[in-house]
């Protein structure tokens, strides 16, 4: 059964904005990665480069934060994307298209098949080299903004209950690589630094808990759990997550709809910021990667060809094959008004990894070369997993009805 969209929410949801301008963003993403290979094979690269590993910062008392613009990028305006991540998956969870079992069923198999098909693909691949089978995450992540942009392009030949079905599988994708990041990419802690997080995080919880629904004290405090949680070893883009847990879904007067509550205010504040300016930043610098040297060989070395058929065959072996098994065993139903073939369609496009298998790369390796053969991974799977998933949803069927294409 299709999920159903609230019909008490009175302000379009995130949801629905998501659906309706995310496809933007996915092309903005394009055209920054796009730009970073080309700037990255040009005689411009090695300002690109250079300009990535320039060290910014300041000092204030015992406070010290100085570090490269890519560290900056990936861990100061990534904890804003995870903030935004996981206001969306509070949101889904308590008001929206992951509220209740019954809607959570279908993506939410299909997800863990994503998720563990390409990371046994990869382990497959890399057994017996223990340094590279720490990127075993790398494929299991899901690209919502560029998945979303090749289905606008196909705009009507889509129906929109696979659109929510691939944002709910999405979101529980995240879900699945914000508990990845904390369980394996944690270094080594520091326990006064993760206390002082702790002790934050609890009055955040006090804040919430007391009715307070002002952003502002939610903000500052954040930003001040954003430092510790940095510090204290566990990857900073975490604190954006707990933060997002602590913002009330209560509305500010009463009887007024949960739209007008704290948590939708920052959610839509936020939303073209990050997929407009934030994501595609992070993709500009991450994206870039020299291909000097490089031909079909290197393609083939355990790290990228792990990535690439975690990706392109794993995505869609997982995702299609878990939800064809829920479908088939009576546990799920297909999506209203769309096929299996059109269901298989999103599967492949679920391997557009990029946004967050690049930045598990870059938890999962530190040496120059190693990220680059993951970078090369990432991009010939998700170009592979687009392109076919593109073609087939183009050549499955007419475009459907605006009548047909509801959800409901």
């Given at each position: 059964?299709?999920?159903?969209?609230?019909?008490?929410?009175?302000?379009?949801?995130?949801?629905?904005?998501?659906l309706q301008s995310e496809a933007l963003g996915g092309y903005v993403l394009m055209a920054a990665a796009l730009a970073a290979l080309l700037i990255a094979n040009s005689p411009a690269a090695p300002l690109y480069f250079d300009a990535l590993g320039t060290k910014l910062g300041f000092q204030t008392g015992p406070v010290v934060l100085r570090e490269t613009v890519l560290h900056w990028i990936n861990d100061g305006?990534?904890?804003?994307?995870?903030?935004?991540?996981?206001?969306?998956?509070?949101?889904?969870?308590?008001?929206?298209?992951?509220?209740?079992?019954?809607?959570?069923?279908?993506?939410?198999?299909?997800?863990?098949?994503?998720?563990?098909?390409?990371?046994?693909?990869?382990?497959?691949?890399?057994?017996?080299?223990?340094?590279?089978?720490?990127?075993?995450?790398?494929?299991?992540?899901?690209?919502?903004?560029?998945?979303?942009?090749?289905?606008?392009?196909?705009?009507?030949r889509v129906p929109t209950s696979l659109k929510i079905f691939l944002t709910a599988l999405a979101i529980l994708d995240d879900l699945g690589a914000i508990v990845i990041i904390a369980l394996f990419y944690t270094s080594q802690l520091n326990v006064f630094a993760l206390v002082m997080a702790g002790a934050l995080l609890v009055c955040l919880f006090c804040l919430n808990r007391s009715g307070v629904l002002r952003?502002?004290?939610?903000?500052?405090?954040?930003?001040?759990?954003?430092?510790?949680?940095?510090?204290?070893?566990?990857?900073?883009?975490?604190?954006?997550?707990?933060?997002?847990?602590?913002?009330?879904?209560?509305?500010?007067?009463?009887?007024?709809?949960?739209?007008?509550?704290?948590?939708?205010?920052?959610?839509?504040?936020?939303?073209?910021?990050?997929?407009?300016?934030?994501?595609?930043?992070?993709?500009?610098?991450?994206?870039?990667?020299?291909?000097?040297?490089?031909?079909?060989?290197?393609?083939?070395?355990?790290?990228?060809?792990?990535?690439?058929?975690?990706?392109?065959?794993?995505?869609?072996?997982?995702?299609?094959?878990?939800?064809?098994?829920?479908?088939?065993?009576?546990?799920?139903?297909?999506?209203?008004?769309?096929?299996?073939?059109?269901?298989?369609?999103?599967?492949?496009?679920?391997?557009?990894?990029?946004?967050?298998?690049?930045?598990?790369?870059?938890?999962?390796?530190?040496?120059?070369?190693?990220?680059?053969?993951?970078?090369?991974?990432?991009?010939?799977?998700?170009?592979?997993?687009?392109?076919?998933?593109?073609?087939?949803?183009?050549?499955?069927?007419?475009?459907?009805?605006?009548?047909?294409?509801?959800?409901?």
């Open positions: 059964m299709a999920p159903q969209v609230p019909a008490h929410s009175h302000r379009p949801s995130f949801l629905q904005a998501f305006l990534m904890a804003v994307f995870f903030l935004l991540v996981g206001l969306e998956i509070k949101r889904e969870v308590l008001d929206g298209q992951l509220r209740g079992a019954a809607r959570i069923v279908l993506p939410g198999i299909a997800a863990l098949g994503g998720m563990l098909v390409p990371a046994l693909i990869y382990v497959l691949i890399n057994l017996g080299n223990p340094d590279t089978l720490r990127g075993w995450a790398i494929p299991a992540a899901t690209d919502i903004a560029f998945a979303l942009g090749i289905l606008a392009l196909l705009g009507s952003l502002t004290p939610y903000l500052l405090i954040g930003a001040v759990l954003w430092y510790f949680v940095l510090k204290s070893g566990v990857h900073a883009t975490l604190a954006g997550v707990a933060l997002a847990l602590t913002i009330p879904l209560r509305p500010r007067n009463a009887g007024q709809p949960q739209a007008h509550s704290p948590l939708h205010d920052l959610e839509h504040a936020l939303h073209k910021p990050v997929a407009l300016l934030i994501v595609p930043v992070f993709g500009f610098a991450n994206a870039g990667v020299s291909f000097a040297g490089m031909g079909l060989d290197s393609l083939a070395q355990p790290v990228p060809l792990g990535v690439a058929l975690g990706l392109f065959l794993g995505k869609q072996l997982g995702v299609f094959g878990f939800a064809w098994l829920a479908i088939k065993t009576g546990v799920a139903s297909l999506p209203r008004h769309a096929s299996f073939t059109q269901l298989y369609g999103v599967a492949l496009l679920c391997g557009i990894g990029f946004t967050m298998s690049l930045f598990i790369g870059a938890l999962a390796f530190t040496d120059a070369a190693t990220v680059d053969a993951t970078k090369i991974g990432v991009l010939t799977g998700s170009l592979a997993s687009a392109v076919a998933g593109f073609l087939l949803l183009r050549l499955s069927g007419k475009p459907l009805e605006t009548a047909k294409m509801s959800p409901h």
